[in-house]
């Protein structure tokens, strides 16, 4: 059994440990929350063994767990899962695991120097099996024209912003805004299924404090363009396209993945879609688990390097289409990117 321990109590959390008791692989041992009641109180629904921590440090020294699962404001990721990788604990990590660049390679450097732990971007679509059927058919297709990808979902947190508050998810001071929250469900999509983008362009609708709250992205390639457009601060319900000679690729929701269809020149549609899971999260932990249990293994180690590799490369794309932007955190202003 693999034993987790877990920071951020909030529904992401609920999903992913629903997940991970879904394998029958794995134990809930540790919770970390800034509150002991309410680290208490969210173990309750899971299991009445579990240890609480109020303090980090004492979490990363006395927990008694392997993997830690870091599901707090993205500003916080890169110093969590530095002190979870000095301790010598594997690290699962939601997107955005870094706020720009100079993080992110801090986290190489750390792994290098510690090659016994495991670190991955808990990037779940990227698992699923709607995603890896979409990679295959654009790779089949004989000419690509371009994508048009959307995910637009109104924030529950935005109410409390227009009341004059700063939620996290809306804060430069915790990375927030949406081409981070949910740009990075595009921006996995569009490197994942074309490569790196030779140029960036970001066009954001910006909101008081100078987080977007939406906005536009043109990724340019040689032969075509891809356009991702996410926000935070209202609904979209456009359904997402990829472009090839006379086929059309359609997708319900760019991050979801729950129906794709191809549409043939003559108007003839052909259903693609695969098993869709329950638990969105549980294809992401399978191949995690997969992994952890064994792995130094050379296929567990391609597979690591893969998924480190891709991360890196949407980690720089969504820092210059930040930068393309004028869009700053006050991450950003610790280092020299």
């Known amino acids: 059994m693999l034993k987790l321990g877990i920071i951020g109590t909030n529904w992401i959390t609920e999903q992913f440990i629903d997940a991970v008791l879904e394998t029958k692989e794995w134990q809930l041992t540790s919770i970390y929350s800034r509150t ?31 993997v830690v699962y870091i599901a707090s404001p993205n500003s916080l990721h890169f110093e969590q899962s530095r002190a979870a990788i000095l301790a010598g604990k594997h690290v699962i990590v939601e997107k955005p695991a870094c706020s720009n660049p100079q993080e992110m390679r801090q986290i190489i450097k750390l792994l290098r120097q510690n090659r016994g732990v495991c670190y991955f971007e808990a990037a779940r679509h990227l698992h699923e099996r709607n995603f890896k059927m979409l990679k295959q058919q ?93 926000g935070k601060t209202a609904n979209s319900y456009l ?11 359609i997708m319900d929701n760019a991050a979801e993945l729950k129906k794709i269809t191809l549409l043939d020149g003559q108007g003839n549609q052909r259903d693609l879609t695969q098993e869709v899971d329950r638990n969105p999260m549980l294809s992401e932990v399978q191949d995690f688990t997969s992994v952890l249990k064994d792995p130094t293994s050379l296929d567990s180690k391609q597979q690591m390097d893969d998924w480190l590799a891709i991360a890196i490369q949407v980690n720089r794309v969504l820092y210059d289409l930040r930068m393309s932007a004028d869009l700053y955190f006050d991450a950003d202003s610790k280092h020299l990117v």
Not at 40 to 62: G, I, M, Q, S, V
Not at 239 to 249: A, F, I, N, W
């Open 36 to 66: 002991l009641p309410k680290a208490k109180a969210f173990a309750e629904k899971f299991t009445d063994k579990a240890e609480y921590f109020t303090e980090l440090d004492k979490f990363f020294a006395e927990g008694n767990f392997e």
């Open 239 to 249: 359904t997402s396209e990829v472009y090839g000679l006379k086929e059309t690729l």
């Open 138 to 230: 654009i790779k089949e297709m004989d000419v690509i024209q371009g994508a048009s990808l959307t995910y637009m979902k109104y924030s529950s947190r935005y109410e409390s912003f227009l009341a004059g508050n700063e939620p996290n998810i809306f804060s430069p001071h915790f990375s927030g805004g949406a081409l981070q929250d949910l740009g990075v469900y595009l921006v996995y999509n569009a490197v994942s299924w074309f490569g790196v983008p030779d140029e960036v362009n970001y066009y954001p609708t910006k909101l008081r404090n100078g987080i977007d709250g939406k906005g536009t992205a043109v990724l340019r390639y040689t032969d075509y363009q891809v356009v991702l457009t996410c």
